[in-house]
């Protein structure tokens, strides 16, 4: 069964930085697109960043600070987010296409809040 698992957030002060990861288990299959999603309290879930082989995308509240990456030899994930604003404060999921499904794993929170 596979499962996501993500890891890295926590409490930090505007204009701090964080690294999120995510790992996949139970499973030899390579994802293809990969993404990380966020939701704060009372609004919908969002799109912050994506990565599909060497194509990248942003939200526009996140561009020139956060940076999607992964792992090309296993299914992991990487989130490097800077100058953190007290807006970014969220639930933030990973997302794979790990076909022929799609997998989410249970969030990691960020707060950030001085």
């Known amino acids: 069964q596979v499962q996501l698992v993500e890891s890295g957030g926590g409490l930090v002060q505007p204009g701090g930085s964080l690294t999120l990861s995510c790992e996949a288990s139970g499973t030899v299959i390579r994802a293809t697109s990969m993404g990380w999603y966020r939701q704060a309290p009372g609004k919908q879930r969002e799109m912050v960043a994506t990565?599909?082989?060497?194509?990248?995308e942003y939200a526009e509240s996140v561009k020139g600070r956060f940076a999607i990456s992964r792992d090309n030899g296993e299914n992991r994930l990487f989130l490097r987010m800077s100058n953190l604003r007290p807006e970014d404060t969220a639930l933030y999921s990973c997302?794979?296409?790990?076909?022929?499904?799609?997998?989410w794993g249970p969030g990691t929170q960020v707060t950030v809040s001085s």
């Open positions: 990565i599909n082989g060497a194509n990248t």
């Open positions: 997302n794979m296409w790990i076909l022929p499904r799609n997998y």
